[in-house]
């Protein structure tokens, strides 16, 4: 991305200082210390106040630039020299590096560094000394175990790469980072194997962030936006999570992270539809335990789906299908409901997200008293009332609990959205409309893509090898190939020579 200021520094510290200050008009927050040291060496000093740890700022580094030991060494020498004796002799700090470029030492000035400028060099001296407050290492949020690690990502970027470094100690994982947005000058990395993630995927993952031209990227929501195949579709095409182990084990499957600095959520290229359905304790319970829940989760996404459109249909056009005591429960229920079925399921379900996005942003200390009064008192009135009947109340429920049940929270919204289109069909169109919809939906799915990687992979196209891992999942020791359609430069990830299928 280009920056907003251009050039070489100057060699004279009055002009560097006036420029800064320039560009930053009069930011309280912009410190310059300058020092005096003998007759012939003129130092200053910039940081910004907050983002650096100023307690080791003065025990360290000022401390050792005022010994009579650096008196010594710095007298009667060139300004470059100085500079290169600062790095080698003097100062110990651990991350130290000669910038030039102003852009460049704007950057770094922003990014929580310590720049420091000798009088007659045209170059300045980077001094890593962050020392912001961040959240730390904390409990994953948003995907929840039983078992597994319960360490999540944090809005520090090099916390994050740490904890993925952590699960996996090797070499070839790679590190680049970029920054991206023209004002917030966001650091965005991806990590990848270079011995397994394919060559053209990681290439592509750069083209696209590179091609990013904006303003501003605050969350690795807007990365997704910039980098995703297709824009208008409600189904997530690339996975987040906020869970170290969860992106190193797409890592180690030959997928792409990409983190962004300031938010714990990680993002993870290419991915497929059932990944979604994927949870971290999969892989930590046994194969059948956990293939039992993956069968959950999809009944639980189609419950979500289709409960409220099936209750629509069968109500209004297809009463034959329902049992003779059930329909003379349902049509007393009914009798003073003064709406159509269609109208009360589209207004039950537009009540339940309200009360769930008011969940979302009321306080803590009152979110238990207004979901206690919007989905007992509120429900419980509007049945007595004959607004609504009991059995569009359980409907409702039943589908609001299943929404919870998908690990992935993308793909929960884009259920809650497409429940809704198919509402609307069924009540104009009963069971006839359903299945206009499914196909509709199915149709879209087909053609969506990740990264040029099929969304519904591996049933479309059908690759026997990898349902393995998919709808099923298999004992360890018959997962011996990671996913054909990462293309990886690696297929397998144990010996061939092990016991187990392949």
Known sequence: MKSTVEGKLS???????????????????????QLKLGEHTELAIFYIDGLIDNQLLHNSILYSLQE???????????????????????????????????????????SGNVMLMVEGTASALRIGLPGWEDRGVSE???????????????ENLRTNTALIRRKIKDSQLWLETMQIGRVTQTSVSIMYLSHIANKEL?????????????????????????????????????YNSDRPDTIAAGILEGKVAILVDGTPFVLLAPTVFVS?????EDYYQRADISTLLRFIR?????????????????????????????????????????????????MMELTYEILREAGVRIPKNVGQAVSIVGTLVIGQAAVAAGFISSAMVIIVS????????????GMSIAARIIRFFLIALAGFMGLYGILCGVFLVVLHLVSLRSFGVPYMSPLGPFRPADLKDSIFRFPWPFLRTRPQENRTQNLYRQNRSKRGGS
């Open 398 to 409: 039943i589908t609001a609990i299943s929404s919870f049940v998908i690990p992935e929270a």
């Open 276 to 280: 979604f359905f994927q949870s971290a």
């Open 68 to 110: 009579g030991r650096t008196l010594a060494l710095l007298e009667e020498q060139d300004p470059d020299k100085k500079i290169e004796i600062l790095t080698s002799r003097v100062l110990m700090a651990g991350d130290l590096t000669v910038v030039r470029d102003y852009a460049k030492f704007v950057h770094d000035l922003l």
């Open 202 to 238: 990681v290439q592509e993952v750069k083209r696209r962030l590179n091609s990013i031209d904006t303003d501003s990227i605050l969350e690795s929501g807007y990365i997704e936006e910039f980098i995703q195949d297709k824009v208008a579709t409600p189904f997530p095409t690339i």
């Open 11 to 33: 060699n004279r510290l009055e002009v560097n200082n006036e420029q800064l200050y320039k560009l930053m008009g009069e930011s309280t927050d912009l410190v310059r210390k």
């Open 140 to 154: 994953p949020s948003s995907q929840s175990v039983v078992r597994g690690p319960m360490e999540g990502f944090s």
């Open 298 to 346: 999809f009944l639980a996404f189609f419950i979500t789906l289709f409960a409220p459109a099936f209750y629509v249909a069968i109500t209004t056009f297809h009463q034959e299908m329902i049992p003779t005591n059930l329909v003379i429960s349902l049509a007393a229920q009914r009798e003073t409901v003064p709406f159509p079925t269609f109208v009360e399921a589209l």
